[in-house]
């Protein structure tokens, strides 16, 4: 019987080759799908369908700085720029506990929102 199911693989290699790779990207799809889900981050995504309200509502929460230049002289001036920025963030990272849901909060994740938008849970 498995030299049979060999043979009639060796004689079909196109067309099994072509399921396995579908079987297998769909596998793959699914637990991407599923990791997605599990981990929390459909709840960060607003690119979702019925999110297009909130996604006007988002502003940028800047504390009035501008992003640092990528281009430029990269002198005395610069470098001091770019450590006071570096710190500035760094400080404000410090006091916040990695363990906590909290981390993830618009607020920490620089996203200001107009209305709250809530899902129902399954």
């Known amino acids: 019987m498995i030299a049979r199911a ?21 596998a793959l799809t699914g637990v991407s799908l599923w990791l997605y889900k599990v981990s929390g981050a459909a709840k960060l995504d607003l ?22 230049s990528p281009t430029g002289n990269l002198d005395a001036a610069a470098i001091a720029d770019f450590r006071a920025r ?26 200001a929102t107009g209305q709250a938008v809530t899902e129902p849970i399954e």
């Open 47 to 68: 690119s979702r369908p019925g999110y297009e309200k909130v996604r006007e509502d988002v502003k940028d929460y800047d504390e009035g700085t501008k992003p640092f």
């Open 6 to 26: 060999k043979k009639w693989i060796i004689g079909h290699q196109w067309p099994v080759f072509i399921a396995a790779a579908l079987v297998l990207a769909l």
């Open 86 to 111: 570096y710190e500035k963030i760094k400080a404000r990272l410090d006091q916040m506990n990695s363990y906590d849901d909290a981390v993830l909060s618009d607020e920490n994740l620089g996203l």
